[in-house]
Every structure is written in structure tokens, then in C-alpha cells.
């Protein structure tokens, strides 16, 4: 598909984005209140050789931002495509005019191209009829004939990269499982920047890296960390991405059951969120110096698999009890975040599907963090600019003793279902050296899939966190140049 901007060309549909309050951006047409809600896609069929006109409705207009513009640009791809039309002018002139400076022209044209480029999504590549993507021309009219060439260009990697976090957790274990996504890892970045080193078995026995060991005893396939090292600027402080890559959750011997438990290869999602933003990362020209861990196993019952009451020691003289072999992405965070001080980071950012527990206290919009508070911040604020948000968490200490084991140092799950989520972020504090690091832990449970089509994401695996880590390491590197690559 081809995208440009200046003037208003023909083309089969012409889209108009309406804000409540916007005044009539359609010339003829009486706009019902109904025509401009959130979410509302509204077809006006030409007559002949008229082009068709499509409402795409984004809300009250003192809440329109560059995320209700990505929404209203996914729903209005999807509405496109299922009618069968090939070419599209969005009329984003008259709108960011209306807006009396919400937004610019710029910011405009790359929420628009990044919500139709992901809303456009599909993954259907097992199903013998493709969904149909017919728009073979996007023209954006803007005010003028200035070039938008690199902004088009930089938000187009950004949406492959979060594209290539959802079809990774997306694929089928018969696909996807922890062998095939190191093969993938490789070939994915081989011509990048970037260098990549797995740890096998005899590497991650001779490290000490027992969570991963253990966990992975039940599958046939071998565990593996992968680290992906990108490095244009090795004056600045590492900054660590830690993601947790359990290709699928079994629950291992506590296993899970249910009707259709096939969503347990979200259990990736961390990993997935990592690896779509090493892939922005990698194509962009960032002065950095970043690390990415992938913590890779499969979680499944098995004679060999471990079982309830086994002890895991770890290098830094920590032993677990396991009290649930369920609760294994906790156990394998830990050897990842363990290696990130290892390296020398000293930032690290860790996400993981970790628990349930999360959605329960912040629903399916918003991921949760813990750690770091200046840091948490300016996940929150690039969040709330990007969309793929999340809320600050306590970490609270007298919770500590939920971890408390008879037979080891700690256990892996508390004995009480409340507050899940917080004792979690505290078994992942007890790998973090705090005088070496600052470190916050992202708990994406609750944001890793959608249910139904919604905005610009399809059903299915969302890709977040991939542009947030993005952003976030962007934003710390530009910190890192403005401080002479000392830590800001």
C-alpha cells in the first residue's frame, strides 16, 4: 500500500474524522450526535462515479489526542477493507484546523498512518481464505504540499515492529515454541546491528540459571536466554530489557484447564514486547547502549517435569520453594534480571504476562509497574502518549512475609490470592541489586490479547509494550546525551 500527503486527491472514499463540537467538517451533510461518538463509523454511498464518504467518529473534542486519532484510523482500515474499496483520501487538513491546535499536521499524519497500518492487521496466514486488504492508496490531505516522507517512514517501522510482537504471539506452539524463535531471533536481526548470543543448556547450567533449568524439564524443547545487544554508544549507562518468553503455559504439573486454554502462548508476550521493540530500535539511528534478555522455555507436564515442593537455588545464594509450578515466570525472570546486573546494567525494565491478578486490579486497559518511581513515571507519561498504558503499583514491604517458605528462603506464590500481583513485583525485587541498578517491573497479564476488534488492535495478541520500550529507550538516551552520558 502506498501512503502520501499534500493536496486532496480522488479516490473511491473520502474520510472525514468528526470530534463532537467540531462544527460541520462535511460539507452538505447534517451530522447527528450519534455520527461523532467514539468508535463510530458512519458510510455515506455515493451515487455513480461520486466517491463514498466515511464518518469516523473520535468524541468529545476536548479529549481528541494522537491515541483517539490512532482509534479512529483502525476502525476506520477495518471498515474500508471490508467493503472492498482500493483507494482512500482522509481529509486530516480540515481536521487538525478544527482542532485549533491539538494537534499538528505532523503529529496528525503519524497517529493516522500508525492506526491504519495496525488496524489493517491480520493474522491469518493458517486460514485457507485471507482476509481481504484492498487499499492500494492512503493520501492524507494536509495544508500544504510539504513532504511527510520521514515521519511516514519512521511510523511505518514503528507498526511493523509492534506487528512483528503480535505475530510472534500469535503463532501456534506446533510454530512457535522455544528451538524455533531462537532460529527466528537470529534471522530476524541478522542483518542488524545488533548482536545476538543464546545461552544453551551447558551455558545456563554453568551460570547457574536453575530457574530456566527447572522450568523447562517438562518440554521437549531445550530452554535458552537469549541477549540481543545494541550498542552505538557504549559512554551511556546499560539499560536492560528483561522479557519473559514462555512460548506456551501449560501450568506445568499444576496444570490448567478449561474449554479453550489456547491463549496460553500469550504467555510470551513479555518476550514479544522486547523483541518488537529491539526491531524499532534496530532500524533506527538511536545512539544507545541497550541489552535485551528473553527468558525461553515451555512450561508443561511431563514424568520429567518439576512438581510442587521443589527447591530452586539461585547464584546470589537465594532458594526457592515452589508452591506452584503455575507461578514459573517469576522463577525465570529471576535468572534473566540476575544477568542483567551481571552485564553491568543499570537500568533494567522488566515485562512479563505474570499474572492474573493485575486485571483484576486495573481491568483490560492498563498494564500495571512496580519499582523505580521517577521511572515509573516516564513509563506512565510515554504510555499515555503512545497508548500502550499503565498505572504505578505499590511495592509494599509488609507483604514480604507472603513469601515466607518452611523449607527455603521464599516460596513462588503467596498462600493468599489477594494482592497477587504486588507479591510478585516483590519476588522479582529480591534479584535486583538496588545499589547497582534502578530497576521497574511491567506486569502486561491483562493488556497482552484483545477479545474482539476494537480501535486499531484485531483480535487477538495486541503487541504491547513493544512501542512503549520503544520510546522509553529513546527517551532515556536522549536524557543520557543531555547529561554528557552520565544517568539522568
Not at 545476538?196 to 551447558?202: D, F, N
Not at 484483545?450 to 522509553?472: C, V
Request: hydrophobic share 45%; charged share 25%; glycine share 10%.
Amino acid at each position: 500500500m502506498k501512503i502520501t500527503t499534500g493536496f486532496v486527491q480522488t479516490a473511491d472514499v473520502t474520510v472525514y474524522l468528526c470530534p463532537e463540537h467540531a462544527g460541520q467538517p462535511v460539507p452538505q451533510l447534517e451530522l447527528r450526535p450519534g455520527m461523532k461518538a467514539r468508535g463510530a463509523v458512519t458510510w455515506f454511498y455515493g451515487r455513480g462515479e461520486e466517491a463514498h464518504v466515511l464518518i469516523v467518529g473520535l468524541g468529545p473534542e476536548a479529549k481528541v489526542n494522537a491515541e483517539r486519532v490512532r482509534e479512529a484510523a483502525g476502525n476506520a482500515a477495518r471498515a474500508v477493507h471490508k467493503e472492498g474499496f482500493a483507494t482512500v483520501t482522509v481529509m486530516l487538513e480540515s481536521f487538525v484546523r478544527a482542532l485549533g491546535g491539538a494537534l499538528s499536521e505532523e503529529e496528525a499524519v503519524r497517529a493516522w498512518t500508525e492506526g491504519w497500518l495496525l488496524g489493517s492487521y491480520a493474522f491469518d496466514k493458517y486460514k485457507s481464505r485471507k482476509e481481504a486488504r484492498t487499499v492500494e492508496r492512503l493520501h492524507l490531505v494536509c495544508a500544504s504540499e510539504a513532504s511527510y516522507e520521514e515521519a511516514l517512514e519512521q511510523t511505518a517501522i514503528r507498526a511493523e515492529g509492534a506487528m512483528f510482537a503480535r505475530d510472534l504471539c500469535n503463532e501456534p506452539p506446533n510454530v512457535l515454541h522455544p528451538e524455533s524463535l531462537v532460529e527466528l531471533v537470529r534471522e530476524r536481526f541478522a542483518e542488524r546491528p545488533v548482536n545476538v548470543r543464546v545461552y544453551g543448556e551447558q551455558e545456563l547450567a554453568d551460570l547457574g540459571m536453575n530457574g530456566l533449568l527447572t522450568v523447562a524439564q517438562g518440554s521437549r524443547y531445550k530452554p535458552a536466554l537469549i541477549e540481543l545487544t545494541f550498542c552505538t554508544d557504549p559512554s551511556q549507562p546499560l539499560l536492560a530489557l528483561v522479557g519473559k518468553g514462555i512460548t506456551f503455559d501449560m501450568g506445568g504439573m499444576n496444570v490448567k484447564s478449561g474449554r479453550d486454554i489456547s491463549d496460553a502462548r500469550f504467555d510470551m508476550g513479555g518476550a514479544c514486547a522486547v523483541l518488537g521493540a529491539m526491531d524499532m530500535i534496530s532500524r533506527s539511528e538511536l545512539r544507545a547502549n541497550i541489552v535485551a534478555l528473553i527468558a525461553v522455555a515451555d512450561n508443561m507436564p511431563d514424568a520429567a517435569a518439576f512438581v510442587p515442593s521443589t527447591v530452586v537455588t539461585y547464584p546470589n545464594g537465594l532458594s526457592v520453594q515452589v508452591g506452584n509450578t503455575d507461578a514459573e515466570g517469576r522463577l525465570v525472570l529471576a535468572d534473566a534480571l540476575l544477568h542483567a546486573g551481571r552485564l553491568g546494567a543499570r537500568e533494567v525494565i522488566d515485562i512479563a504476562t505474570l499474572t492474573g491478578n493485575v486485571g483484576e486490579a486495573l481491568g483490560l486497559g492498563l498494564a500495571g509497574a512496580w519499582g523505580d518511581r521517577k521511572l515509573v513515571d516516564t513509563l506512565a507519561a510515554i504510555g499515555e502518549h503512545c497508548g500502550d498504558r499503565l498505572w504505578p503499583m505499590p511495592l509494599v514491604d509488609d507483604y514480604e512475609e507472603l513469601l515466607r517458605s518452611d523449607y527455603a528462603d521464599m516460596n513462588n506464590i503467596p498462600p493468599i490470592s489477594y494482592g497477587g500481583a504486588i507479591v510478585a513485583a516483590l519476588f522479582l525485587r529480591r534479584f535486583v541489586d538496588a545499589d547497582a541498578m534502578r530497576w521497574v517491573h511491567i506486569d502486561m497479564a491483562n493488556t497482552v490479547q484483545a477479545k474482539a476488534a476494537r480501535g486499531y488492535y484485531p483480535a487477538g495478541a495486541t503487541g504491547y509494550g513493544a512501542r512503549l520500550l520503544a520510546d522509553f529507550a529513546v527517551s532515556r538516551a536522549d536524557a543520557n546525551r543531555s547529561a554528557g552520558g552520565g544517568e539522568a
